[in-house]
Protein backbone atom coordinates (compact mmCIF):
# COMPACT_ATOMS: atom_id res chain seq x y z
CA UNK A 1 0.00 0.00 0.00
CA UNK A 2 1.31 3.20 -0.75
CA UNK A 3 1.51 6.33 1.12
CA UNK A 4 -0.60 8.65 -0.73
CA UNK A 5 -3.34 6.35 -0.48
CA UNK A 6 -6.22 8.16 0.89
CA UNK A 7 -7.30 6.83 4.87
CA UNK A 8 -10.45 7.64 5.76
CA UNK A 9 -9.70 7.43 9.62
CA UNK A 10 -13.49 7.58 10.95
CA UNK A 11 -14.48 5.35 8.05
CA UNK A 12 -17.12 7.96 6.73
CA UNK A 13 -19.44 6.78 4.08
CA UNK A 14 -17.66 3.22 4.50
CA UNK A 15 -19.80 0.08 3.94
CA UNK A 16 -19.08 -2.57 6.14
CA UNK A 17 -22.36 -5.03 6.39
CA UNK A 18 -25.44 -5.61 5.55
CA UNK A 19 -28.36 -5.69 7.96
CA UNK A 20 -32.37 -6.13 8.42
CA UNK A 21 -31.65 -4.58 11.64
CA UNK A 22 -32.26 -1.17 11.10
CA UNK A 23 -31.90 1.83 8.60
CA UNK A 24 -30.40 5.39 9.03
CA UNK A 25 -31.07 8.03 6.67
CA UNK A 26 -29.22 10.62 7.54
CA UNK A 27 -30.04 13.50 4.57
CA UNK A 28 -33.85 13.00 5.10
CA UNK A 29 -33.85 12.27 9.02
CA UNK A 30 -35.22 8.32 8.73
CA UNK A 31 -34.49 5.61 11.48
CA UNK A 32 -36.41 2.38 10.50
CA UNK A 33 -36.05 -0.58 12.92
CA UNK A 34 -36.48 -3.94 11.90
CA UNK A 35 -39.31 -2.38 9.12
CA UNK A 36 -40.79 0.13 11.13
CA UNK A 37 -40.03 3.41 11.22
CA UNK A 38 -39.42 4.70 14.78
CA UNK A 39 -41.76 6.63 15.09
CA UNK A 40 -44.44 3.81 14.36
CA UNK A 41 -42.81 1.00 16.77
CA UNK A 42 -41.44 3.19 19.48
CA UNK A 43 -44.34 4.29 21.97
CA UNK A 44 -46.45 0.91 21.20
CA UNK A 45 -43.97 -1.85 21.69
CA UNK A 46 -43.59 -3.24 24.83
CA UNK A 47 -39.58 -3.94 24.72
CA UNK A 48 -39.78 -7.72 25.58
CA UNK A 49 -41.76 -7.19 21.84
CA UNK A 50 -38.72 -5.40 20.26
CA UNK A 51 -36.00 -7.64 21.49
CA UNK A 52 -37.90 -10.14 19.51
CA UNK A 53 -38.58 -8.32 16.68
CA UNK A 54 -35.32 -7.91 16.33
CA UNK A 55 -34.00 -11.65 16.97
CA UNK A 56 -36.34 -13.23 14.53
CA UNK A 57 -37.41 -10.45 12.17
CA UNK A 58 -40.81 -10.57 12.82
CA UNK A 59 -43.36 -9.60 16.00
CA UNK A 60 -44.33 -12.12 18.01
CA UNK A 61 -47.92 -13.56 18.53
CA UNK A 62 -49.23 -13.55 21.75
CA UNK A 63 -48.54 -16.91 22.59
CA UNK A 64 -44.83 -16.13 21.33
CA UNK A 65 -44.76 -13.06 23.43
CA UNK A 66 -46.05 -14.47 26.61
CA UNK A 67 -42.99 -17.81 26.55
CA UNK A 68 -41.07 -14.92 25.54
CA UNK A 69 -41.30 -12.31 28.41
CA UNK A 70 -41.52 -15.43 30.59
CA UNK A 71 -37.71 -16.68 29.92
CA UNK A 72 -36.67 -13.81 29.98
CA UNK A 73 -38.31 -12.83 33.31
CA UNK A 74 -36.42 -16.31 34.50
CA UNK A 75 -33.67 -14.92 33.87
CA UNK A 76 -32.60 -11.73 35.60
CA UNK A 77 -31.91 -12.75 38.92
CA UNK A 78 -28.13 -12.48 39.35
CA UNK A 79 -25.42 -15.11 40.42
CA UNK A 80 -23.54 -14.61 43.83
CA UNK A 81 -20.61 -14.23 41.91
CA UNK A 82 -22.18 -10.90 40.09
CA UNK A 83 -23.60 -9.63 43.92
CA UNK A 84 -20.11 -10.21 44.92
CA UNK A 85 -18.34 -8.10 42.44
CA UNK A 86 -20.74 -5.44 42.22
CA UNK A 87 -20.49 -5.33 46.39
CA UNK A 88 -17.02 -4.94 45.83
CA UNK A 89 -16.81 -2.29 43.37
CA UNK A 90 -19.63 -0.46 45.04
CA UNK A 91 -17.14 0.49 48.10
CA UNK A 92 -14.59 2.05 45.36
CA UNK A 93 -17.58 4.31 43.77
CA UNK A 94 -16.61 3.26 40.12
CA UNK A 95 -19.06 4.80 37.62
CA UNK A 96 -22.40 3.03 36.88
CA UNK A 97 -21.35 2.12 33.44
CA UNK A 98 -17.80 0.61 34.57
CA UNK A 99 -19.73 -1.50 37.10
CA UNK A 100 -22.23 -2.68 34.04
CA UNK A 101 -19.20 -3.72 31.73
CA UNK A 102 -17.27 -5.53 34.41
CA UNK A 103 -19.95 -7.59 35.86
CA UNK A 104 -21.27 -8.44 32.06
CA UNK A 105 -18.26 -10.15 32.06
CA UNK A 106 -19.46 -12.53 35.05
CA UNK A 107 -22.22 -13.40 32.66
CA UNK A 108 -20.44 -16.08 30.74
CA UNK A 109 -20.12 -18.18 33.92
CA UNK A 110 -22.50 -21.02 33.42
CA UNK A 111 -24.48 -22.54 36.08
CA UNK A 112 -23.47 -26.63 36.86
CA UNK A 113 -26.77 -27.51 34.79
CA UNK A 114 -25.19 -25.42 32.01
CA UNK A 115 -22.86 -27.16 29.08
CA UNK A 116 -19.85 -24.88 29.34
CA UNK A 117 -20.04 -24.75 25.65
CA UNK A 118 -20.34 -21.01 23.40
CA UNK A 119 -23.91 -20.45 22.92
CA UNK A 120 -25.04 -17.59 21.87
CA UNK A 121 -28.89 -17.63 22.40
CA UNK A 122 -28.31 -18.48 26.06
CA UNK A 123 -25.72 -15.54 26.49
CA UNK A 124 -27.96 -13.14 24.69
CA UNK A 125 -31.23 -14.06 27.03
CA UNK A 126 -28.54 -13.79 29.89
CA UNK A 127 -27.42 -10.49 29.21
CA UNK A 128 -30.89 -8.65 28.29
CA UNK A 129 -32.47 -10.16 31.41
CA UNK A 130 -29.75 -8.89 33.56
CA UNK A 131 -28.55 -6.00 32.27
CA UNK A 132 -31.72 -4.05 34.45
CA UNK A 133 -30.29 -6.09 37.27
CA UNK A 134 -27.28 -5.13 37.55
CA UNK A 135 -27.57 -1.68 36.84
CA UNK A 136 -30.06 -1.24 39.28
CA UNK A 137 -28.23 -3.24 42.53
CA UNK A 138 -24.99 -1.69 41.67
CA UNK A 139 -26.79 1.56 41.71
CA UNK A 140 -28.53 0.45 45.49
CA UNK A 141 -25.12 -0.79 46.96
CA UNK A 142 -23.35 2.56 46.02
CA UNK A 143 -25.68 4.57 47.56
CA UNK A 144 -25.65 2.34 50.83
CA UNK A 145 -28.95 0.41 50.32
CA UNK A 146 -29.76 -3.47 49.56
CA UNK A 147 -30.00 -4.66 46.36
CA UNK A 148 -34.16 -5.13 45.70
CA UNK A 149 -34.74 -8.62 43.91
CA UNK A 150 -36.17 -8.53 40.79
CA UNK A 151 -40.03 -9.70 39.96
CA UNK A 152 -40.82 -12.35 37.66
CA UNK A 153 -44.49 -10.87 37.23
CA UNK A 154 -43.35 -7.15 36.13
CA UNK A 155 -42.71 -6.67 32.67
CA UNK A 156 -39.00 -5.91 32.38
CA UNK A 157 -39.33 -1.50 32.00
CA UNK A 158 -41.50 -1.86 35.19
CA UNK A 159 -39.39 -4.13 36.87
CA UNK A 160 -36.36 -1.89 36.55
CA UNK A 161 -37.71 1.01 37.83
CA UNK A 162 -39.05 -1.00 40.58
CA UNK A 163 -35.53 -2.42 41.82
CA UNK A 164 -34.13 1.17 41.59
CA UNK A 165 -36.62 2.48 44.31
CA UNK A 166 -38.39 -0.06 45.59
CA UNK A 167 -41.49 0.72 44.20
CA UNK A 168 -44.28 -0.52 41.25
CA UNK A 169 -43.92 2.35 38.96
CA UNK A 170 -47.28 3.68 37.11
CA UNK A 171 -48.15 2.31 34.13
CA UNK A 172 -47.49 5.70 32.14
CA UNK A 173 -43.71 5.84 33.72
CA UNK A 174 -42.91 2.35 32.46
CA UNK A 175 -44.63 3.25 29.32
CA UNK A 176 -42.09 6.54 29.07
CA UNK A 177 -39.02 3.84 29.70
CA UNK A 178 -40.09 1.44 26.84
CA UNK A 179 -40.81 4.50 24.41
CA UNK A 180 -36.94 5.39 25.13
CA UNK A 181 -35.78 1.71 24.90
CA UNK A 182 -37.30 0.83 22.16
CA UNK A 183 -36.27 4.00 20.15
CA UNK A 184 -32.86 3.61 20.89
CA UNK A 185 -33.08 -0.31 20.62
CA UNK A 186 -30.52 -0.16 17.19
CA UNK A 187 -29.24 2.28 15.25
CA UNK A 188 -27.74 1.32 11.95
CA UNK A 189 -23.45 0.65 12.56
CA UNK A 190 -22.66 2.81 15.19
CA UNK A 191 -19.03 2.74 17.08
CA UNK A 192 -20.71 0.06 19.73
CA UNK A 193 -22.72 -1.98 17.57
CA UNK A 194 -20.03 -2.12 14.74
CA UNK A 195 -17.47 -2.48 17.80
CA UNK A 196 -19.49 -5.88 18.91
CA UNK A 197 -19.71 -6.93 15.43
CA UNK A 198 -16.16 -6.92 14.75
CA UNK A 199 -15.32 -9.12 18.23
CA UNK A 200 -18.02 -11.74 16.49
CA UNK A 201 -16.34 -11.59 13.12
CA UNK A 202 -13.30 -13.19 14.94
CA UNK A 203 -15.56 -15.95 16.10
CA UNK A 204 -15.49 -14.94 19.19
CA UNK A 205 -18.57 -15.33 22.23
CA UNK A 206 -21.28 -12.90 22.44
CA UNK A 207 -20.52 -11.89 26.13
CA UNK A 208 -17.03 -10.95 24.73
CA UNK A 209 -18.65 -8.74 22.36
CA UNK A 210 -21.38 -6.96 24.25
CA UNK A 211 -18.25 -5.81 26.94
CA UNK A 212 -16.55 -4.29 24.34
CA UNK A 213 -20.25 -2.50 22.91
CA UNK A 214 -20.13 -1.36 26.30
CA UNK A 215 -16.57 0.05 26.54
CA UNK A 216 -17.46 1.80 23.02
CA UNK A 217 -20.78 3.10 23.93
CA UNK A 218 -19.46 5.06 26.99
CA UNK A 219 -17.35 7.77 25.78
CA UNK A 220 -19.27 11.60 25.10
CA UNK A 221 -18.78 11.15 21.39
CA UNK A 222 -21.07 7.84 21.87
CA UNK A 223 -23.31 7.37 24.47
CA UNK A 224 -22.04 9.71 27.27
CA UNK A 225 -23.22 12.42 26.13
CA UNK A 226 -26.62 12.88 27.81
CA UNK A 227 -24.89 13.82 31.42
CA UNK A 228 -23.30 16.59 29.93
CA UNK A 229 -26.24 17.87 27.99
CA UNK A 230 -28.36 17.92 31.48
CA UNK A 231 -25.63 19.87 33.04
CA UNK A 232 -26.29 22.51 30.52
CA UNK A 233 -29.33 22.98 30.31
CA UNK A 234 -29.09 23.09 34.55
CA UNK A 235 -25.86 25.32 34.46
CA UNK A 236 -27.95 28.29 31.73
CA UNK A 237 -30.80 28.02 34.74
CA UNK A 238 -33.05 30.52 33.31
CA UNK A 239 -33.49 30.25 29.43
CA UNK A 240 -32.44 33.95 28.68
CA UNK A 241 -29.10 33.20 30.02
CA UNK A 242 -29.02 30.69 27.52
CA UNK A 243 -27.25 32.59 24.17
CA UNK A 244 -24.78 34.14 26.38
CA UNK A 245 -23.46 30.79 28.06
CA UNK A 246 -23.45 28.92 24.80
CA UNK A 247 -22.09 31.45 22.79
CA UNK A 248 -19.07 31.56 25.04
CA UNK A 249 -19.07 27.66 25.29
CA UNK A 250 -18.90 27.69 21.28
CA UNK A 251 -16.07 30.80 21.14
CA UNK A 252 -14.06 28.39 23.44
CA UNK A 253 -14.23 25.66 20.77
CA UNK A 254 -16.54 23.39 23.09
CA UNK A 255 -18.71 20.95 21.78
CA UNK A 256 -22.37 21.39 22.53
CA UNK A 257 -23.87 18.18 24.22
CA UNK A 258 -26.85 16.55 22.61
CA UNK A 259 -26.29 18.33 19.14
CA UNK A 260 -24.40 16.83 15.82
CA UNK A 261 -24.09 13.45 14.27
CA UNK A 262 -22.14 11.53 12.35
CA UNK A 263 -24.73 10.81 9.84
CA UNK A 264 -27.93 12.88 10.24
CA UNK A 265 -27.68 16.27 8.97
CA UNK A 266 -31.04 17.24 9.56
CA UNK A 267 -32.59 16.90 13.07
CA UNK A 268 -32.35 13.29 14.23
CA UNK A 269 -36.08 11.61 14.82
CA UNK A 270 -35.37 10.23 17.82
CA UNK A 271 -35.27 13.47 19.24
CA UNK A 272 -38.59 13.86 18.01
CA UNK A 273 -39.90 10.64 19.48
CA UNK A 274 -38.10 11.28 22.70
CA UNK A 275 -39.23 15.42 23.06
CA UNK A 276 -42.60 13.74 22.49
CA UNK A 277 -42.72 11.25 25.41
CA UNK A 278 -40.94 13.62 27.29
CA UNK A 279 -43.49 16.55 27.27
CA UNK A 280 -46.27 13.78 28.05
CA UNK A 281 -44.14 12.72 30.86
CA UNK A 282 -43.80 16.00 32.50
CA UNK A 283 -47.28 17.26 31.88
CA UNK A 284 -48.79 14.47 33.65
CA UNK A 285 -46.48 15.27 36.43
CA UNK A 286 -48.14 19.05 36.28
CA UNK A 287 -44.16 20.78 36.04
CA UNK A 288 -43.46 21.91 32.45
CA UNK A 289 -40.48 24.22 33.61
CA UNK A 290 -37.33 22.40 33.27
CA UNK A 291 -39.21 20.54 29.59
CA UNK A 292 -40.03 24.29 28.65
CA UNK A 293 -36.25 25.88 29.62
CA UNK A 294 -34.61 22.80 27.16
CA UNK A 295 -36.87 23.32 24.41
CA UNK A 296 -35.40 27.32 24.49
CA UNK A 297 -32.39 25.93 25.21
CA UNK A 298 -32.56 23.92 22.22
CA UNK A 299 -33.57 26.40 19.79
CA UNK A 300 -31.07 28.87 21.17
CA UNK A 301 -28.06 26.18 20.26
CA UNK A 302 -29.60 25.53 17.17
CA UNK A 303 -29.54 29.54 15.92
CA UNK A 304 -26.15 29.70 17.71
CA UNK A 305 -24.22 26.29 15.76
CA UNK A 306 -25.95 27.80 12.40
CA UNK A 307 -24.01 30.92 13.11
CA UNK A 308 -20.62 28.73 14.46
CA UNK A 309 -20.56 25.87 12.22
CA UNK A 310 -22.78 26.95 9.33
CA UNK A 311 -21.05 24.32 6.45
CA UNK A 312 -22.05 21.42 9.02
CA UNK A 313 -25.37 21.36 9.29
CA UNK A 314 -25.25 20.45 13.31
CA UNK A 315 -29.14 19.50 14.35
CA UNK A 316 -30.20 17.81 17.95
CA UNK A 317 -29.46 14.01 18.45
CA UNK A 318 -30.58 11.68 20.70
CA UNK A 319 -28.84 12.49 23.50
CA UNK A 320 -30.45 16.17 24.12
CA UNK A 321 -34.18 14.40 25.03
CA UNK A 322 -33.01 11.59 26.46
CA UNK A 323 -31.59 13.33 29.71
CA UNK A 324 -34.94 15.01 29.62
CA UNK A 325 -36.67 12.08 30.01
CA UNK A 326 -34.28 10.18 32.04
CA UNK A 327 -34.48 12.70 34.82
CA UNK A 328 -38.12 13.08 34.41
CA UNK A 329 -38.66 9.11 35.21
CA UNK A 330 -36.14 10.24 38.05
CA UNK A 331 -33.06 8.52 37.39
CA UNK A 332 -30.00 9.98 38.15
CA UNK A 333 -26.99 11.58 35.44
CA UNK A 334 -24.77 8.78 36.80
CA UNK A 335 -27.56 6.23 34.76
CA UNK A 336 -28.22 7.58 31.82
CA UNK A 337 -25.46 5.92 29.66
CA UNK A 338 -26.23 2.44 31.82
CA UNK A 339 -29.75 2.90 30.94
CA UNK A 340 -28.86 3.36 26.86
CA UNK A 341 -26.90 0.44 27.33
CA UNK A 342 -30.08 -1.52 28.88
CA UNK A 343 -31.83 -0.78 25.35
CA UNK A 344 -29.05 -1.07 23.46
CA UNK A 345 -28.60 -4.60 24.08
CA UNK A 346 -31.58 -5.19 22.24
CA UNK A 347 -29.83 -4.21 18.67
CA UNK A 348 -25.98 -5.42 19.83
CA UNK A 349 -27.24 -9.01 20.86
CA UNK A 350 -29.62 -9.03 17.28
CA UNK A 351 -26.42 -8.02 15.59
CA UNK A 352 -24.26 -10.61 17.08
CA UNK A 353 -26.56 -12.91 15.90
CA UNK A 354 -26.97 -11.97 12.54
CA UNK A 355 -23.03 -11.28 12.33
CA UNK A 356 -22.47 -15.02 13.26
CA UNK A 357 -24.84 -16.09 10.27
CA UNK A 358 -23.12 -13.92 7.60
CA UNK A 359 -19.72 -13.91 9.00
CA UNK A 360 -16.83 -12.68 7.49
CA UNK A 361 -13.71 -11.32 9.70
CA UNK A 362 -13.64 -7.32 9.52
CA UNK A 363 -10.25 -6.57 9.29
CA UNK A 364 -9.48 -2.97 7.78
CA UNK A 365 -5.93 -2.13 7.01
CA UNK A 366 -3.72 0.82 7.77
CA UNK A 367 -1.02 2.96 5.88
CA UNK A 368 2.47 2.61 7.64
CA UNK A 369 4.04 6.07 8.14
CA UNK A 370 6.18 6.00 10.26
CA UNK A 371 10.50 5.21 9.22
CA UNK A 372 11.80 2.07 7.66
CA UNK A 373 15.21 2.11 8.38
CA UNK A 374 16.15 2.22 12.17
CA UNK A 375 18.80 0.79 13.34
CA UNK A 376 18.73 -1.29 16.59
CA UNK A 377 21.07 0.75 19.55
CA UNK A 378 22.38 -0.99 22.18
CA UNK A 379 20.56 -0.07 25.38
CA UNK A 380 23.72 1.86 27.38
CA UNK A 381 24.41 4.01 24.15
CA UNK A 382 21.09 5.16 23.87
N1 LIG B 1 -20.99 21.43 19.16
C1 LIG B 1 -20.15 22.27 18.53
N2 LIG B 1 -19.49 21.97 17.41
C2 LIG B 1 -19.68 20.74 16.89
C3 LIG B 1 -20.54 19.81 17.50
C4 LIG B 1 -21.22 20.18 18.67
N3 LIG B 1 -22.05 19.35 19.32
N4 LIG B 1 -20.53 18.68 16.78
C5 LIG B 1 -19.69 18.87 15.76
N5 LIG B 1 -19.18 20.13 15.83
C6 LIG B 1 -18.26 20.76 14.90
C7 LIG B 1 -16.82 20.28 15.10
O1 LIG B 1 -16.13 21.10 16.02
C8 LIG B 1 -16.28 20.40 13.71
O2 LIG B 1 -16.00 21.76 13.46
P1 LIG B 1 -14.66 22.20 12.66
O3 LIG B 1 -14.69 21.48 11.35
O4 LIG B 1 -14.80 23.68 12.56
O5 LIG B 1 -13.52 21.75 13.53
C9 LIG B 1 -17.46 20.05 12.83
O6 LIG B 1 -18.62 20.35 13.58
C10 LIG B 1 -17.49 18.60 12.40
O7 LIG B 1 -17.29 17.83 13.56
P2 LIG B 1 -16.79 16.32 13.52
O8 LIG B 1 -16.20 16.00 14.85
O9 LIG B 1 -15.97 16.06 12.30
O10 LIG B 1 -18.13 15.58 13.28
P3 LIG B 1 -18.40 14.07 13.61
O11 LIG B 1 -19.23 13.56 12.53
O12 LIG B 1 -17.17 13.31 13.89
O13 LIG B 1 -19.14 14.27 14.99
C11 LIG B 1 -20.30 13.88 16.94
C12 LIG B 1 -20.26 13.61 15.43
C13 LIG B 1 -19.10 13.16 17.58
C14 LIG B 1 -21.57 13.26 17.50
C15 LIG B 1 -20.24 15.39 17.23
O14 LIG B 1 -21.30 16.05 16.59
C16 LIG B 1 -20.21 15.71 18.71
O15 LIG B 1 -19.14 15.69 19.33
N6 LIG B 1 -21.40 16.03 19.34
C17 LIG B 1 -21.48 16.28 20.74
C18 LIG B 1 -21.48 14.96 21.52
C19 LIG B 1 -22.80 14.24 21.38
O16 LIG B 1 -23.88 14.81 21.47
N7 LIG B 1 -22.69 12.89 21.19
C20 LIG B 1 -23.84 12.01 21.06
C21 LIG B 1 -24.03 11.57 19.64
S1 LIG B 1 -25.48 10.58 19.43
C22 LIG B 1 -25.03 9.01 19.87
O17 LIG B 1 -23.92 8.59 19.71
C23 LIG B 1 -26.02 8.12 20.52
Given at each position: ?24 D ?22 E ?28 V ?5 L ?60 G ?5 P ?8 N?L???S ?42 S ?12 L???A ?11 G ?60 E ?5 L????K ?42 G???R ?26
Open positions: MKSETIVNPGLEGVIAAQTRLSSVGQAGELIIAGFPVAELAGKATFETVYLLWHDALPNSEQLTAFQKALASERLSQVTDLLAGIAAQKVPVIDALRMAASTLSLRTPNEAATDNAERDAYALVARFPTIVAAYWRLVNAEPVARSDLHHAAFYMLGEVPSAERARALETYWNTVSDHGLNASTFTARVIISTQSDMVAIVGAIGALKGPHGGPGPALDMVFEIDASSAEPYLRAKLARGERLMGFGHRVYKVRDPRAEVLSAAAARLYQRDGDMTLYNRARQVQTALALAEFPEHKLQTNVEFYTALLLHGLGLSKDLFTPTFATGRIAGWTAHFEQRLNRLIRPQSVYVGPKDRRWVPRAER
